[in-house]
């Protein structure tokens, strides 16, 4: 997942490192399968990796919980939490994208990895969730850009539209000079932790018997 952007006219105000003008970026895997692979990504909508720290962080929480897992993606960017997911267990990760470069850049590198574990979805996250889940996931990520309110409005999409199992887990990131959006009333707010300008939070979907499984 990334720091920056989404749809064209809604531009980001994430920080941004400092980098070469058209260089593009590196994410290094760093557990599972495919740990310390290097995978290249485009200089398209100023994407940065969410960092390995936190990484680490979010898939010690999950650990016991990804083995054959089917993740979801959104605003997926470099591929960060897919990729990890899949190195580290995962049975399938859907990386969802509305930038054409990346999305074709998430493609190249599952081949390059030697992967049919994951599939790229080049659409605005919202219009992807729009629709009703033909078959709900056991973890969602969400990293969307900052400032923008994209969890006010995707929360409400994940949960009516049956997009995460129950006693699934969905991982989101915003800014941590901001409270946290009001959550569905049956997730369940598992883990939080906040590294400078980055609160992210695990919720747990409670376990439901009139949900999808």
């Known amino acids: 997942m990334a720091r920056r952007k989404h749809s064209g006219p809604r531009p980001s105000s994430k920080p941004l490192a400092a980098r070469?003008?058209?260089?593009?970026?590196?994410?290094?895997?760093?557990?599972?399968?495919?740990?310390?692979?290097k995978l290249r990504f485009p200089d398209a909508g100023g994407v940065r990796p969410t960092p390995a720290r936190t990484r680490e962080t979010l898939f010690n929480w999950l650990s016991f919980h990804l083995a054959g897992s089917d993740c979801l993606d959104?605003?997926?960017?470099?591929?960060?939490?897919?990729?990890?997911?899949?190195?580290?267990?995962?049975?399938?990760?859907t990386l969802v994208d509305n930038n054409p470069a990346l999305a074709?850049?998430?493609?190249?590198?599952?081949?390059?990895?030697?992967?049919?574990?994951?599939?790229?979805?080049?659409?605005?996250?919202?219009?992807?969730?729009?629709?009703?889940?033909?078959?709900?996931?056991?973890?969602?990520?969400?990293?969307?850009?900052?400032?923008?309110?994209?969890?006010?409005?995707?929360?409400?999409?994940?949960?009516?539209?049956?997009?995460?199992?129950?006693?699934?887990?969905v991982?989101?990131?915003?800014?941590?000079?901001?409270?946290?959006?009001?959550?569905?009333a049956d997730w369940q707010l598992h883990r939080q932790k906040t590294a400078g300008q980055v609160t992210y939070c695990l919720y747990r979907v409670a376990q439901t018997a009139g949900r999808n499984e």
Not at 20 to 37: H, K, Q, V
Not at 74 to 93: D, I, V
Request: contains cysteine.
């Open 104 to 169: 074709t850049a998430l493609r190249n590198n599952l081949r390059l990895l030697g992967s049919e574990a994951g599939t790229v979805t080049c659409t605005n996250v919202d219009t992807y969730l729009s629709q009703r889940a033909r078959q709900p996931f056991d973890i969602v990520f969400m990293d969307p850009p900052f400032r923008q309110g994209w969890l006010t409005t995707l929360f409400p999409l994940l949960d009516s539209q049956g997009w995460v199992k129950s006693g699934g887990w």
């Open 20 to 37: 070469n003008p058209g260089a593009g970026g590196e994410l290094r895997i760093i557990g599972g399968d495919w740990r310390s692979r």
């Open 74 to 93: 959104l605003f997926s960017g470099s591929g960060a939490l897919g990729f990890e997911a899949l190195s580290r267990g995962a049975a399938h990760a």
């Open 171 to 184: 991982y989101v990131e915003h800014e941590s000079d901001l409270p946290t959006p009001s959550a569905p």
